[in-house]
């Protein structure tokens, strides 16, 4: 069946970067868009970039130009989200997610602890 | 950006309650939105996409309708597995944009 499985929760200090893996299976990797996603305790969702996982192209919100950025290996058909100069605002859950006329499928979500 | 506007922010209902939740968009956004459902340390799951279409596997008693800028996640009869909290999503345009999300709790 179609999964996206995370990688582990990370605890990190303030400044550091962060790398989330998203391995996909089940379906043909470069079909389908994959998208990152936040949650930060107690609070809403955060869309974060999308790569299209054939060419690598890459649309990134605003609020993270310049400290995110969304790689793939086709050849392990996973996604890489990295988070630089982090602060305590981005202790969060990171999702990645499947796109079908919005998110069919989704990670179970990395918990980034930054903490000094 | 287009901002996406979900109420009520929560709400207190018993099983057997019908629930509306609506969200509003700052443009038209066509058809492009879907309701996702979400329980505490769990990812969202989908309900409705295209803004009227049942997720297969999804109870018959969830059901969106709208379009353009207004749109509503009607429950026909909350049951106790529905507790949770719910979001739209606009996908018509980057950056893709969630409502602020509608919490249902037992009354």
């Known amino acids: 069946q179609v999964q996206l499985v995370q990688s582990g929760a990370e605890v990190k200090k303030p400044g550091a970067s962060v790398k989330v893996s998203c391995k996909t299976s089940g379906y043909t990797f470069t079909s389908y868009y994959i998208h990152w996603v936040r949650q930060a305790p107690g609070q809403g969702l955060e869309w974060m970039g999308i790569?299209?996982?054939?060419?690598?192209?890459?649309t990134y919100a605003q609020s993270f130009q310049g400290r995110v950025t969304i790689t793939r290996d086709t050849s392990t058909s996973t996604v890489f989200m990295e988070l630089s100069s982090l602060r305590s605002e981005d202790t969060a859950v990171y999702h990645c997610a499947r796109a079908t006329v919005g998110f069919d499928i989704w990670g179970q979500g990395t918990m980034v602890t930054v903490s000094s | 950006d287009i901002q996406m506007t979900q109420s009520p922010s929560s709400l207190s209902a018993s099983v057997g309650d019908r629930v509306t939740i609506t969200c509003r968009a700052s443009q038209d956004i066509r058809n492009d939105l879907g309701w996702y459902q979400q329980k505490p340390g769990k990812a969202p799951k989908r309900l409705i996409y295209a803004a009227s279409s049942l997720q297969t596997g999804v109870p018959s008693r969830f059901s969106g309708s709208g379009s353009g800028t207004e749109f509503t996640l009607t429950i026909s009869s909350l049951q106790p597995e529905d507790f949770a909290t719910y979001y739209c999503?606009?996908?018509?345009?980057?950056?893709?944009?969630f409502g602020q999300g509608t919490k249902v709790e037992i009354k």
């Open positions: 790569i299209n996982p054939s060419g690598g192209s890459t």
């Open positions: 999503l606009q996908h018509d345009s980057y950056p893709w944009t």
